[in-house]
């Protein structure tokens, strides 16, 4: 639920008042390199600048940031590594956790749209055995909406305490769900599949499971082929297994532990968050990937519609087929997905008709805190405020 409610929280602070900066475009601040091109509804320059000013921070250690669609914009402010102090990387990979959900939410909507999957057939059909006699039927929609009714799998231990100690180990998608089937379902008059919406990885992983069947090939490669090629985005790929690193440019992640001491987390083994948030990827790339979502030429238009730009029939619903609806008012509605590993807080936001278009990665010393991020707040006001001239 952690991440959902950061989305909700980030995108919240439209409505409450958006700081802006100068009608002129300030001097962009030391550490940091901007390009743009302003048109007079493009980006908010003087904002933008302004969100990346002071870093690095006690929060953050840099920051990469593209703002799309009418007019363009990208920056990135901090440094690269701690010990060094040397300045960011505009192509810079990250972790970039749970946006790896919206990859995997097209991929099986592409395999519903080819007839190998059907978003009413059960997980009880497709990965028989799976799943105890204690579950009800689950369909591929709900798992899709987050409305499964599993509960969470296993897990390292947070990651400011002894999942830092743990982060090496590996923990399979397998041991996830088999700790998830373990502990049974929700039980309660308003639980079981499609009647309550709860963010988690298991959903997720879960289907991550059911690309593998259905294709009889790795989900990694169903994700290269179906996804990452046809969006062109060449410098996006997941670590091999347990592999802890991430091979090529990147910023060194950081993590603050519960005793206060800020630790270099960039290699860590992420095996165990696999289709829910094991892919790496660059800004640009992430970008590349949400225009061709929206535009529908990962997934045919009317499905597309139909299950990712549509809430399920349940209460207090806001999450899709992998992205979130946020009405911020006076017809901004936007959709998003955020993701959050250690060192590496990442968004990807925008308008249904991409007028304006948000892909950031900030890397936070606590980017799994239930407390936003300060320059991840700065960034989304400062992309949706008004653009000046």
């Known amino acids: 639920m952690r991440t959902r409610l950061t989305t909700a929280a980030l995108i919240a602070a439209l409505v409450t008042g958006v700081a802006v900066g100068p009608a002129v475009a300030a001097p962009a601040p030391a550490g940091t390199h901007t390009t743009a091109h302003q048109r007079h509804d493009g980006p908010n320059v003087a904002a933008l600048r302004q969100a990346l000013s002071g870093l690095p921070d006690r929060d953050t250690t840099a920051a990469l940031v593209r703002v799309g669609g009418q007019g363009s914009w990208h920056g990135s402010a901090g440094v690269r590594d701690l010990s060094t102090g040397r300045g960011p990387l505009e192509n810079a990979r990250f972790r970039a956790g749970s946006t790896t959900k919206t990859v995997t939410a097209a991929l099986v909507l592409q395999l519903a749209a080819e007839k190998k999957i059907d978003l009413d057939g059960t997980v009880q059909h497709y990965l ?10 689950i369909t591929v929609r709900q798992l899709l909406t987050f409305t499964s009714g599993l509960q969470p799998g296993a897990s390292l231990g947070p990651e400011n305490a002894e999942g830092y100690t743990n982060r090496f180990r590996t923990l399979t998608p397998q041991a996830v769900v088999a700790a998830s089937v373990a502990k049974g379902p929700y039980c309660g008059e308003d639980e079981g599949p499609g009647k309550k919406q709860r963010y988690s990885n298991i959903d997720y992983t879960v289907l991550g499971m059911l690309i593998e069947k259905v294709t009889d090939d790795t989900y990694e490669h169903q994700a290269k082929v179906r996804i990452f090629q046809p969006a062109g985005m060449t410098h996006t790929s997941f670590p091999d297994g347990p592999d ?146």
Do not use: C
């Open 128 to 137: 028989p055995g799976l799943l105890s006699k204690d579950f009800n039927p």
């Open 244 to 389: 802890p690193r991430i091979h090529g440019p990147h910023h060194r992640g950081y993590q603050r532990l519960v005793s206060g001491e800020v630790v270099d987390a960039t290699e860590w083994n992420m095996s165990d968050r696999w289709a829910a948030g094991d892919m790496i990827s660059t800004t640009a790339d992430l970008e590349k990937f949400l225009v061709a979502l929206f535009r529908g030429k990962l997934v045919p238009q009317p499905l597309l519609d139909r299950e990712m730009f549509t809430l399920p029939d349940v209460k207090g619903a806001t999450m899709s087929a992998g992205l979130q609806r946020y009405d911020a008012g006076d017809g901004l509605v936007i959709w998003s997905k955020s993701g959050g590993r250690p060192g590496y807080s990442t968004l990807i936001a925008a308008t249904r008709d991409l007028s304006r278009t948000l892909v950031y990665s900030v890397n936070s010393v606590d980017a799994k805190s239930e407390t936003t991020n300060p320059v991840a707040t700065r960034l989304l006001k400062a992309a949706f405020a008004p653009g000046r001239h």
